[in-house]
Protein backbone atom coordinates (compact mmCIF):
# COMPACT_ATOMS: atom_id res chain seq x y z
CA UNK A 1 0.00 0.00 0.00
CA UNK A 2 1.04 3.74 -1.08
CA UNK A 3 1.92 6.25 1.82
CA UNK A 4 -0.15 9.39 0.35
CA UNK A 5 0.96 13.26 2.24
CA UNK A 6 -1.82 15.46 1.12
CA UNK A 7 -0.83 19.41 2.69
CA UNK A 8 -4.15 20.94 3.11
CA UNK A 9 -4.43 24.15 1.04
CA UNK A 10 -7.23 26.49 2.49
CA UNK A 11 -5.95 26.86 5.55
CA UNK A 12 -6.36 30.79 7.08
CA UNK A 13 -3.93 32.47 9.49
CA UNK A 14 -4.42 31.07 13.04
CA UNK A 15 -5.05 33.20 15.62
CA UNK A 16 -5.43 32.93 19.65
CA UNK A 17 -8.07 30.84 20.74
CA UNK A 18 -9.14 29.31 17.27
CA UNK A 19 -10.39 25.91 17.50
CA UNK A 20 -7.98 23.82 14.93
CA UNK A 21 -10.25 20.31 15.13
CA UNK A 22 -13.07 23.29 13.56
CA UNK A 23 -10.77 24.86 10.96
CA UNK A 24 -9.06 21.12 9.66
CA UNK A 25 -12.89 19.70 9.10
CA UNK A 26 -13.25 22.76 7.07
CA UNK A 27 -9.81 22.29 5.34
CA UNK A 28 -10.87 18.46 4.69
CA UNK A 29 -14.25 19.97 3.26
CA UNK A 30 -12.09 22.08 0.56
CA UNK A 31 -9.74 19.60 -0.28
CA UNK A 32 -12.69 17.21 -0.55
CA UNK A 33 -10.86 14.78 1.47
CA UNK A 34 -13.23 12.33 3.81
CA UNK A 35 -11.25 11.38 6.85
CA UNK A 36 -10.40 7.41 6.70
CA UNK A 37 -9.99 5.54 10.51
CA UNK A 38 -6.47 5.27 10.56
CA UNK A 39 -5.93 8.24 8.53
CA UNK A 40 -3.61 10.70 10.38
CA UNK A 41 -3.04 14.74 10.58
CA UNK A 42 0.04 16.26 10.60
CA UNK A 43 -0.11 20.06 12.19
CA UNK A 44 2.77 22.62 11.75
CA UNK A 45 4.25 23.22 15.60
CA UNK A 46 3.39 27.29 14.99
CA UNK A 47 -0.85 27.00 13.98
CA UNK A 48 -0.78 24.77 17.53
CA UNK A 49 1.36 27.31 19.42
CA UNK A 50 -0.61 30.41 17.84
CA UNK A 51 -3.98 28.64 18.49
CA UNK A 52 -3.01 28.75 22.14
CA UNK A 53 -1.36 31.99 22.14
CA UNK A 54 1.81 31.16 22.77
CA UNK A 55 3.20 34.42 21.24
CA UNK A 56 5.17 36.86 23.19
CA UNK A 57 5.80 40.41 22.78
CA UNK A 58 9.35 41.08 23.21
CA UNK A 59 8.76 44.37 24.80
CA UNK A 60 7.19 42.60 27.66
CA UNK A 61 10.60 40.34 28.45
CA UNK A 62 13.07 41.72 30.75
CA UNK A 63 16.21 39.90 30.26
CA UNK A 64 18.43 38.76 33.46
CA UNK A 65 21.58 39.02 34.42
CA UNK A 66 22.41 35.70 33.07
CA UNK A 67 20.50 36.23 29.73
CA UNK A 68 22.39 39.01 29.28
CA UNK A 69 25.56 37.71 29.20
CA UNK A 70 24.67 34.84 27.16
CA UNK A 71 23.07 36.80 24.52
CA UNK A 72 26.67 38.56 24.30
CA UNK A 73 28.55 35.25 24.20
CA UNK A 74 25.90 34.21 21.36
CA UNK A 75 25.37 37.31 19.43
CA UNK A 76 21.52 37.14 20.41
CA UNK A 77 18.70 39.38 21.22
CA UNK A 78 19.37 39.38 25.41
CA UNK A 79 15.04 38.94 25.65
CA UNK A 80 15.37 36.39 23.39
CA UNK A 81 17.57 34.34 25.26
CA UNK A 82 15.74 35.48 28.47
CA UNK A 83 12.32 33.15 26.91
CA UNK A 84 15.44 30.51 25.90
CA UNK A 85 16.48 30.30 29.25
CA UNK A 86 12.74 30.35 30.55
CA UNK A 87 11.60 27.58 28.14
CA UNK A 88 15.03 25.03 28.77
CA UNK A 89 16.02 22.78 31.49
CA UNK A 90 19.51 23.32 30.76
CA UNK A 91 22.28 24.77 27.81
CA UNK A 92 23.90 22.37 26.18
CA UNK A 93 26.24 24.53 23.41
CA UNK A 94 26.28 27.67 22.72
CA UNK A 95 27.67 29.04 19.18
CA UNK A 96 27.36 32.48 17.47
CA UNK A 97 23.80 32.91 16.83
CA UNK A 98 22.60 29.34 18.28
CA UNK A 99 22.02 28.21 21.72
CA UNK A 100 21.66 24.06 22.17
CA UNK A 101 19.34 23.24 25.05
CA UNK A 102 17.43 20.44 27.03
CA UNK A 103 14.16 21.96 26.09
CA UNK A 104 11.63 21.53 29.38
CA UNK A 105 9.72 19.39 27.20
CA UNK A 106 12.86 17.24 27.24
CA UNK A 107 14.10 16.90 23.58
CA UNK A 108 17.52 18.66 22.67
CA UNK A 109 17.02 21.53 20.30
CA UNK A 110 18.56 24.84 18.97
CA UNK A 111 17.32 27.98 20.74
CA UNK A 112 14.53 26.41 22.73
CA UNK A 113 12.47 25.91 19.58
CA UNK A 114 11.73 29.48 19.80
CA UNK A 115 10.33 30.91 16.44
CA UNK A 116 10.61 34.48 15.02
CA UNK A 117 9.10 33.76 11.63
CA UNK A 118 5.42 34.27 10.72
CA UNK A 119 4.51 35.71 13.97
CA UNK A 120 2.09 39.01 13.76
CA UNK A 121 1.34 40.55 16.82
CA UNK A 122 -1.33 42.69 17.03
CA UNK A 123 -0.86 44.80 14.37
CA UNK A 124 2.64 46.55 14.23
CA UNK A 125 5.77 46.43 14.44
CA UNK A 126 6.11 42.16 14.30
CA UNK A 127 9.58 41.76 14.37
CA UNK A 128 9.36 42.22 18.37
CA UNK A 129 7.00 39.17 18.95
CA UNK A 130 8.16 35.57 18.94
CA UNK A 131 6.77 32.19 19.30
CA UNK A 132 7.25 29.30 21.60
CA UNK A 133 6.32 25.95 21.50
CA UNK A 134 2.63 24.78 22.43
CA UNK A 135 2.96 24.34 26.76
CA UNK A 136 1.80 20.14 26.40
CA UNK A 137 2.07 19.51 22.65
CA UNK A 138 1.58 15.62 23.64
CA UNK A 139 -1.89 17.05 25.23
CA UNK A 140 -2.30 19.45 22.15
CA UNK A 141 -2.72 16.52 19.93
CA UNK A 142 -5.07 14.69 22.47
CA UNK A 143 -7.10 17.09 22.35
CA UNK A 144 -7.24 17.95 18.96
CA UNK A 145 -8.06 14.09 18.47
CA UNK A 146 -10.66 13.60 20.72
CA UNK A 147 -12.61 17.00 18.98
CA UNK A 148 -12.02 15.73 15.69
CA UNK A 149 -13.11 11.98 16.72
CA UNK A 150 -16.20 14.16 17.96
CA UNK A 151 -16.94 16.33 15.00
CA UNK A 152 -16.40 13.37 12.13
CA UNK A 153 -16.88 9.84 13.97
CA UNK A 154 -13.45 9.11 13.09
CA UNK A 155 -10.20 7.86 14.81
CA UNK A 156 -7.53 9.31 13.96
CA UNK A 157 -3.95 10.20 14.40
CA UNK A 158 -2.77 13.32 15.48
CA UNK A 159 1.16 14.50 15.13
CA UNK A 160 2.16 17.67 16.23
CA UNK A 161 5.92 18.69 14.12
CA UNK A 162 8.83 21.02 14.20
CA UNK A 163 11.93 21.62 11.88
CA UNK A 164 15.00 20.81 14.19
CA UNK A 165 19.20 20.75 12.62
CA UNK A 166 21.25 18.31 13.42
CA UNK A 167 24.32 18.00 15.20
CA UNK A 168 26.95 16.60 12.39
CA UNK A 169 24.44 17.33 9.14
CA UNK A 170 23.69 19.97 7.63
CA UNK A 171 19.88 21.32 7.15
CA UNK A 172 17.07 21.11 9.22
CA UNK A 173 14.51 18.26 9.02
CA UNK A 174 10.96 17.76 10.43
CA UNK A 175 10.05 16.00 13.93
CA UNK A 176 7.68 15.26 16.42
CA UNK A 177 7.33 17.38 19.26
CA UNK A 178 3.85 16.08 20.66
CA UNK A 179 1.92 12.72 19.61
CA UNK A 180 -1.67 11.31 20.03
CA UNK A 181 -3.12 7.86 18.71
CA UNK A 182 0.07 6.78 16.88
CA UNK A 183 3.35 4.99 17.90
CA UNK A 184 6.32 6.95 18.69
CA UNK A 185 8.69 4.30 18.33
CA UNK A 186 7.68 1.01 16.76
CA UNK A 187 9.64 -1.88 18.12
CA UNK A 188 10.99 -4.55 15.89
CA UNK A 189 12.52 -6.23 18.85
CA UNK A 190 12.55 -10.10 17.89
CA UNK A 191 11.12 -9.99 14.64
CA UNK A 192 13.45 -12.42 12.21
CA UNK A 193 15.25 -10.88 9.36
CA UNK A 194 15.34 -12.90 6.11
CA UNK A 195 17.99 -15.37 7.28
CA UNK A 196 15.82 -15.83 10.40
CA UNK A 197 18.29 -14.45 12.95
CA UNK A 198 17.15 -12.52 15.54
CA UNK A 199 17.66 -8.16 13.97
CA UNK A 200 20.13 -6.46 16.07
CA UNK A 201 18.66 -2.96 15.27
CA UNK A 202 15.54 -3.10 17.47
CA UNK A 203 13.44 0.80 17.34
CA UNK A 204 12.25 2.53 14.82
CA UNK A 205 11.54 6.25 15.45
CA UNK A 206 8.37 5.90 13.28
CA UNK A 207 6.25 9.49 14.31
CA UNK A 208 10.14 11.24 13.39
CA UNK A 209 10.22 9.42 10.31
CA UNK A 210 6.51 10.50 9.22
CA UNK A 211 6.93 14.10 10.75
CA UNK A 212 9.72 14.17 8.44
CA UNK A 213 7.77 13.37 5.42
CA UNK A 214 4.97 15.84 6.33
CA UNK A 215 7.91 18.80 6.61
CA UNK A 216 8.87 17.68 3.21
CA UNK A 217 5.52 18.38 1.85
CA UNK A 218 4.54 21.15 4.09
CA UNK A 219 7.48 23.44 2.32
CA UNK A 220 7.97 26.41 4.33
CA UNK A 221 7.00 29.93 4.68
CA UNK A 222 4.99 32.04 2.44
CA UNK A 223 3.66 29.25 0.47
CA UNK A 224 3.47 26.95 3.63
CA UNK A 225 0.61 24.06 4.35
CA UNK A 226 0.69 23.86 7.75
CA UNK A 227 -1.60 20.89 7.92
CA UNK A 228 -0.83 17.76 5.92
CA UNK A 229 -3.09 14.83 6.12
CA UNK A 230 -1.70 11.38 5.65
CA UNK A 231 -3.04 7.70 4.57
CA UNK A 232 -1.42 4.85 4.32
CA UNK A 233 0.76 4.89 7.49
CA UNK A 234 2.41 1.11 7.76
CA UNK A 235 1.79 0.53 11.03
CA UNK A 236 -1.34 -0.15 13.85
CA UNK A 237 -2.26 3.35 15.40
CA UNK A 238 -1.83 3.00 19.02
CA UNK A 239 -1.86 5.27 21.89
CA UNK A 240 1.92 7.07 21.74
CA UNK A 241 3.47 9.46 23.42
CA UNK A 242 6.46 12.13 22.31
CA UNK A 243 8.39 10.59 25.82
CA UNK A 244 9.18 7.38 23.92
CA UNK A 245 11.49 9.11 21.31
CA UNK A 246 13.38 10.68 24.60
CA UNK A 247 16.70 9.34 24.75
CA UNK A 248 17.38 9.06 28.64
CA UNK A 249 20.04 11.46 29.79
CA UNK A 250 22.31 8.69 30.45
CA UNK A 251 22.14 7.00 27.08
CA UNK A 252 22.44 10.09 25.36
CA UNK A 253 25.48 10.66 22.78
CA UNK A 254 25.50 14.27 23.00
CA UNK A 255 26.68 14.65 26.70
CA UNK B 1 -0.31 17.96 -4.74
CA UNK B 2 0.07 14.65 -2.76
CA UNK B 3 3.61 13.02 -2.28
CA UNK B 4 2.88 9.34 -2.66
CA UNK B 5 5.57 6.81 -1.68
CA UNK B 6 5.07 3.38 -2.97
CA UNK B 7 7.17 0.29 -2.13
CA UNK B 8 7.90 -2.31 -5.25
CA UNK B 9 6.71 -5.71 -4.06
CA UNK B 10 8.26 -8.51 -5.78
CA UNK B 11 11.98 -7.62 -5.71
CA UNK B 12 14.90 -10.73 -5.58
CA UNK B 13 16.97 -11.18 -3.18
CA UNK B 14 20.05 -9.73 -5.03
CA UNK B 15 23.12 -10.97 -5.00
CA UNK B 16 26.65 -9.69 -6.34
CA UNK B 17 26.72 -8.43 -10.29
CA UNK B 18 23.09 -7.77 -10.59
CA UNK B 19 21.86 -4.97 -12.43
CA UNK B 20 19.83 -3.11 -9.87
CA UNK B 21 18.31 -1.07 -12.86
CA UNK B 22 16.79 -4.21 -14.51
CA UNK B 23 15.41 -5.42 -11.69
CA UNK B 24 14.20 -2.34 -10.90
CA UNK B 25 12.31 -2.02 -14.68
CA UNK B 26 10.40 -5.24 -14.06
CA UNK B 27 9.99 -4.59 -10.70
CA UNK B 28 8.01 -1.30 -11.74
CA UNK B 29 6.11 -3.49 -14.41
CA UNK B 30 5.32 -5.98 -12.04
CA UNK B 31 3.71 -3.01 -9.66
CA UNK B 32 1.96 -1.41 -12.69
CA UNK B 33 4.29 1.66 -12.29
CA UNK B 34 4.66 3.98 -15.31
CA UNK B 35 7.70 6.02 -14.24
CA UNK B 36 7.10 9.78 -15.16
CA UNK B 37 9.99 12.80 -15.48
CA UNK B 38 10.38 14.08 -11.80
CA UNK B 39 9.98 10.78 -10.57
CA UNK B 40 12.79 9.19 -7.83
CA UNK B 41 13.44 5.93 -6.63
CA UNK B 42 14.77 5.02 -3.23
CA UNK B 43 16.78 2.28 -2.50
CA UNK B 44 17.97 0.38 0.88
CA UNK B 45 21.38 0.34 0.91
CA UNK B 46 21.35 -3.23 1.88
CA UNK B 47 20.70 -3.97 -1.63
CA UNK B 48 23.09 -1.54 -3.27
CA UNK B 49 26.00 -3.41 -1.34
CA UNK B 50 25.17 -6.75 -2.36
CA UNK B 51 24.98 -6.15 -5.94
CA UNK B 52 28.63 -4.47 -5.64
CA UNK B 53 29.81 -7.41 -3.85
CA UNK B 54 30.57 -5.63 -0.43
CA UNK B 55 29.46 -8.58 1.24
CA UNK B 56 32.63 -10.00 3.84
CA UNK B 57 33.35 -13.44 5.30
CA UNK B 58 34.58 -12.32 8.86
CA UNK B 59 36.43 -15.77 8.69
CA UNK B 60 38.89 -13.13 6.15
CA UNK B 61 39.26 -10.88 8.55
CA UNK B 62 42.65 -10.67 10.92
CA UNK B 63 41.76 -8.06 13.68
CA UNK B 64 44.52 -5.42 14.12
CA UNK B 65 45.89 -5.12 18.30
CA UNK B 66 43.99 -1.47 17.52
CA UNK B 67 40.76 -4.06 16.65
CA UNK B 68 41.25 -5.98 19.83
CA UNK B 69 41.27 -3.30 22.25
CA UNK B 70 38.53 -1.58 20.90
CA UNK B 71 36.75 -4.88 20.75
CA UNK B 72 37.47 -5.73 24.42
CA UNK B 73 35.82 -2.03 25.59
CA UNK B 74 33.22 -2.15 23.56
CA UNK B 75 31.93 -6.01 23.61
CA UNK B 76 32.47 -5.95 20.36
CA UNK B 77 33.24 -9.28 18.00
CA UNK B 78 36.90 -7.82 16.87
CA UNK B 79 36.71 -8.90 13.53
CA UNK B 80 33.60 -6.59 12.95
CA UNK B 81 35.46 -4.04 15.05
CA UNK B 82 38.78 -4.33 12.02
CA UNK B 83 36.47 -3.73 9.50
CA UNK B 84 34.39 -0.62 11.20
CA UNK B 85 38.20 0.93 11.67
CA UNK B 86 38.96 0.28 7.95
CA UNK B 87 35.72 1.80 6.85
CA UNK B 88 36.28 5.13 8.90
CA UNK B 89 38.52 7.95 9.39
CA UNK B 90 38.02 8.88 12.97
CA UNK B 91 36.21 7.06 16.23
CA UNK B 92 34.22 9.63 18.15
CA UNK B 93 32.81 7.90 21.12
CA UNK B 94 32.41 4.07 22.21
CA UNK B 95 29.94 2.59 24.40
CA UNK B 96 28.77 -1.47 24.74
CA UNK B 97 27.65 -2.56 21.57
CA UNK B 98 28.12 0.46 19.71
CA UNK B 99 31.18 2.65 17.74
CA UNK B 100 30.46 6.13 16.88
CA UNK B 101 32.95 7.20 14.31
CA UNK B 102 33.45 9.59 11.25
CA UNK B 103 32.66 7.34 8.20
CA UNK B 104 35.41 7.26 5.20
CA UNK B 105 32.24 8.78 3.19
CA UNK B 106 31.84 11.83 5.32
CA UNK B 107 29.05 11.11 8.01
CA UNK B 108 28.87 10.54 11.61
CA UNK B 109 26.96 7.06 12.18
CA UNK B 110 27.24 3.97 14.34
CA UNK B 111 29.36 0.81 13.77
CA UNK B 112 30.52 2.34 10.26
CA UNK B 113 26.78 1.32 9.29
CA UNK B 114 28.05 -2.65 9.02
CA UNK B 115 25.21 -4.93 8.63
CA UNK B 116 24.77 -7.91 10.45
CA UNK B 117 21.56 -8.90 9.14
CA UNK B 118 19.53 -10.23 5.78
CA UNK B 119 23.23 -11.27 4.50
CA UNK B 120 23.42 -14.39 3.37
CA UNK B 121 27.13 -15.58 2.37
CA UNK B 122 27.83 -18.59 -0.20
CA UNK B 123 25.29 -20.67 1.46
CA UNK B 124 26.16 -22.19 4.96
CA UNK B 125 27.24 -20.25 8.27
CA UNK B 126 25.53 -16.97 7.59
CA UNK B 127 26.55 -15.63 10.78
CA UNK B 128 29.66 -14.90 9.52
CA UNK B 129 29.29 -12.42 6.93
CA UNK B 130 28.74 -9.10 7.00
CA UNK B 131 27.59 -6.19 4.81
CA UNK B 132 29.89 -2.88 4.08
CA UNK B 133 28.08 0.06 2.83
CA UNK B 134 28.43 1.02 -0.73
CA UNK B 135 32.27 2.19 -1.71
CA UNK B 136 30.85 5.86 -3.36
CA UNK B 137 26.96 5.44 -2.98
CA UNK B 138 26.57 9.01 -4.81
CA UNK B 139 28.17 7.46 -7.99
CA UNK B 140 26.27 4.05 -7.32
CA UNK B 141 23.15 6.47 -7.33
CA UNK B 142 24.29 8.19 -10.32
CA UNK B 143 25.22 4.95 -12.25
CA UNK B 144 21.94 3.35 -11.26
CA UNK B 145 19.88 7.10 -13.04
CA UNK B 146 21.77 7.08 -16.17
CA UNK B 147 21.20 2.59 -16.80
CA UNK B 148 17.58 3.64 -15.99
CA UNK B 149 17.14 6.85 -17.79
CA UNK B 150 18.97 4.93 -20.88
CA UNK B 151 16.30 2.18 -20.44
CA UNK B 152 13.07 4.12 -20.11
CA UNK B 153 13.93 7.50 -21.40
CA UNK B 154 12.91 9.23 -17.83
CA UNK B 155 15.18 11.42 -16.38
CA UNK B 156 14.13 10.13 -12.29
CA UNK B 157 16.07 11.07 -8.92
CA UNK B 158 17.88 8.52 -7.46
CA UNK B 159 18.55 8.14 -3.67
CA UNK B 160 20.50 5.73 -1.68
CA UNK B 161 19.41 5.30 1.91
CA UNK B 162 20.33 3.84 5.56
CA UNK B 163 18.71 3.83 8.87
CA UNK B 164 20.56 6.17 11.57
CA UNK B 165 20.49 6.20 15.15
CA UNK B 166 20.50 9.88 16.91
CA UNK B 167 22.74 11.24 19.36
CA UNK B 168 19.61 12.19 21.50
CA UNK B 169 16.61 11.20 20.25
CA UNK B 170 15.26 6.89 20.92
CA UNK B 171 15.03 5.26 17.39
CA UNK B 172 15.93 5.05 13.77
CA UNK B 173 15.74 7.50 10.74
CA UNK B 174 16.10 6.91 7.42
CA UNK B 175 18.87 9.13 6.06
CA UNK B 176 20.28 9.98 2.56
CA UNK B 177 24.01 8.20 2.30
CA UNK B 178 23.55 8.36 -2.03
CA UNK B 179 21.86 11.25 -4.00
CA UNK B 180 21.66 11.72 -7.41
CA UNK B 181 19.55 13.97 -9.71
CA UNK B 182 17.89 15.61 -6.53
CA UNK B 183 18.49 18.37 -3.94
CA UNK B 184 20.81 17.54 -0.99
CA UNK B 185 19.75 20.82 0.74
CA UNK B 186 16.71 22.71 -0.50
CA UNK B 187 18.04 26.12 0.31
CA UNK B 188 15.30 28.95 1.36
CA UNK B 189 17.50 31.56 2.09
CA UNK B 190 15.71 35.41 1.21
CA UNK B 191 12.18 33.72 0.64
CA UNK B 192 10.36 36.15 2.43
CA UNK B 193 7.80 34.44 5.49
CA UNK B 194 4.28 35.26 5.56
CA UNK B 195 4.52 38.34 6.72
CA UNK B 196 7.26 39.73 4.70
CA UNK B 197 10.56 38.79 6.67
CA UNK B 198 13.26 36.97 5.77
CA UNK B 199 13.42 34.04 7.15
CA UNK B 200 16.22 32.80 9.58
CA UNK B 201 16.07 28.92 9.10
CA UNK B 202 17.30 28.71 4.94
CA UNK B 203 18.43 24.92 4.77
CA UNK B 204 16.12 22.13 4.45
CA UNK B 205 17.68 18.74 4.36
CA UNK B 206 15.36 17.39 1.73
CA UNK B 207 16.78 14.29 1.10
CA UNK B 208 17.35 12.78 4.29
CA UNK B 209 13.44 14.30 4.99
CA UNK B 210 12.95 11.70 1.59
CA UNK B 211 15.05 9.57 3.16
CA UNK B 212 13.11 8.91 6.53
CA UNK B 213 9.77 9.07 4.60
CA UNK B 214 10.71 6.10 2.29
CA UNK B 215 12.29 4.62 5.07
CA UNK B 216 8.76 4.06 6.91
CA UNK B 217 7.29 2.64 3.97
CA UNK B 218 9.73 -0.03 3.19
CA UNK B 219 9.49 -1.52 6.37
CA UNK B 220 12.43 -3.98 7.95
CA UNK B 221 13.49 -7.04 7.91
CA UNK B 222 10.99 -10.48 6.26
CA UNK B 223 8.17 -8.11 5.68
CA UNK B 224 11.01 -5.26 3.66
CA UNK B 225 10.42 -3.89 0.50
CA UNK B 226 14.17 -2.17 -0.50
CA UNK B 227 12.98 -0.36 -3.26
CA UNK B 228 10.37 2.47 -2.77
CA UNK B 229 8.83 4.87 -5.84
CA UNK B 230 8.24 8.38 -5.19
CA UNK B 231 5.56 10.78 -6.90
CA UNK B 232 5.00 13.91 -5.68
CA UNK B 233 8.65 15.17 -4.78
CA UNK B 234 7.66 19.28 -3.78
CA UNK B 235 10.77 20.29 -5.18
CA UNK B 236 12.67 20.40 -8.44
CA UNK B 237 15.24 18.39 -9.54
CA UNK B 238 18.65 18.66 -10.31
CA UNK B 239 22.34 17.92 -9.87
CA UNK B 240 23.13 16.88 -6.03
CA UNK B 241 25.10 15.01 -3.77
CA UNK B 242 25.60 13.26 -0.35
CA UNK B 243 28.28 15.81 0.29
CA UNK B 244 25.22 18.56 0.45
CA UNK B 245 24.61 17.18 3.59
CA UNK B 246 28.02 16.46 5.08
CA UNK B 247 28.43 19.22 7.82
CA UNK B 248 32.00 20.69 8.18
CA UNK B 249 33.82 19.14 11.24
CA UNK B 250 34.11 22.69 13.00
CA UNK B 251 30.91 23.33 12.35
CA UNK B 252 29.88 20.20 13.86
CA UNK B 253 28.14 20.64 17.08
CA UNK B 254 28.65 17.10 18.57
CA UNK B 255 32.66 17.21 18.56
Known sequence: MSLILTPLSGIPLIR???????????????????????????????????????VVNLATVTPSQRAVELARETEKDARIVELVLRESSEILRTRPGTIIVEHRLGFVCANAGIDHSNVSGEGNNAEEWVLLLPKEPDRSAEMIRQ?????????VGILIIDSHGRAWRNGTVGVAIGIAGLPGLQDLRGKPDLFGFT?????????????AAASLVMGQAAEGTPVVHVRGFPYPLREGSLKELLRPKDQDLFR
Open 147 to 155: EIEAKTGKQ
Open 16 to 54: HGDNLADVIVQALQTNKLALEENDILVFAQKIVSKAEGR
Open 199 to 211: LRITQVGVADELA
